[in-house]
């Protein structure tokens, strides 16, 4: 768990922030890498403003999939991004308060339809608030977490022993490797995202044409840090992309910005991010299966027990169905000859050197 944990010395060269569903994420660039991090994990992010290029910052992280990194902490002589070491409940909105009253007028009124329904809606919204806190307890006590905070400890003690500095005076760059795909190199410009059905839809301008591709939705606030395997897309303003096109719909993205890359996989492509959606929503039964049992046994009701058969119904197919999702994507991407997804795969791994990010 703690073998991919890193604790580097680097140079500041830019940051850059994009808007990822409730929260923002960002990007810091250096001469030893590239690190993501989204705003809620750290009090206060201000202190990115006060760095310029050439400033010497301690990294805390861990290593993804495509050869960039998500950072835990960041020490520097003109500040820190200070990490978050208690536990941050999650409360209903204020508003949530006023579904008891409105269960209780329900009850006196003999609204027995609506009563059901907002009963189950309070329910709902508890168990949610509760699995929100205790994925967050989790992610507070994992092992790799309190690794990361001993070493951040130590750090702001002066001991920086463990630290790597292979500080380099130009950062390296990437170029793409030779291919007879059809590559266009462009600059992204006006930046855009929008949540969907089942994520979240990224759309910029490139060379006068305006792009846009999908994305699954990936909310990291129910995944403990240690499945962090990959960053969200991210593209800038101003980056320099280079894509590849099939019928008129991107393929690959190369970013020569930081080095990221991106395969827009087809819809029978058993992607990483397909499985990892299906498996969190199993991993999200798991947990909160047990809490709705709970408060279903301990709520008094003259139906209780049709509902707990129901109950005992419905929780083995939502452990199932999404693992069964899963065993048929794998069966029909094997079934399915993508040569083209193949090749865009393939010059993407020998450009960067690391295996891209599928969307």
Known sequence: MKNNCQFNTAKFYQYDCIPHETTNCYRIITDNGVYFFYEYQFIDVNI????????????????????????HWLVSWKGDLAIRDKLHYSIP???????????????????????IFLFFGLIFI???????????????????????????????????????SPLSKNRKTLSCSLTDLPVYEGIATNIDSSLISRGTRLSFDFNGVR??????????????????????????????LSLVFENNKIQG?????????????????ISKQKAKTLLRYWYFYTISA?????????????????????????????????????????????????????????WLYETTGHWPKEI
């Open 211 to 240: 792009l846009s591709f999908n994305e699954y939705d990936l909310t990291n606030y129910f995944i403990p840090v240690i499945y962090y395997f990959c960053h969200p897309t991210f593209i800038a303003p101003g980056d320099k």
């Open 253 to 269: 993205i190369f970013n020569h910005t930081d080095g990221s890359s991106y395969l827009i996989t087809h819809c029978v492509w």
């Open 93 to 115: 909105h204020r508003y949530i308060l006023l579904m008891p009253f409105l269960i209780l007028i329900g009850f006196w009124f003999d609204l027995q339809l609506i009563t």
């Open 48 to 71: 990115l403003d006060n760095l310029e290029e050439g400033d010497v910052i301690h990294i805390g992280c861990h290593a993804l999939n495509d050869g960039t990194f998500w950072l």
């Open 126 to 164: 508890l168990m949610w608030c509760i699995c929100r806190t205790l994925f967050r307890l989790i992610n507070l006590f994992l092992p790799k977490q309190i690794f990361l905070r001993k070493h951040y400890h130590r750090l702001k003690q002066s001991d920086i022993s463990f630290m790597k």
């Open 290 to 346: 047990p809490i709705a049992f709970i408060l279903l046994v301990i709520l008094p009701s003259e139906k209780l027990d049709v509902i707990i058969n129901i109950f005992l119904w419905i929780f083995p197919l939502a452990q199932i169905i999404p693992l069964l999702f899963l065993l048929f994507y794998t069966l029909f991407s094997y079934l399915n000859d993508r040569s083209y997804t193949k090749r865009v795969l393939k």
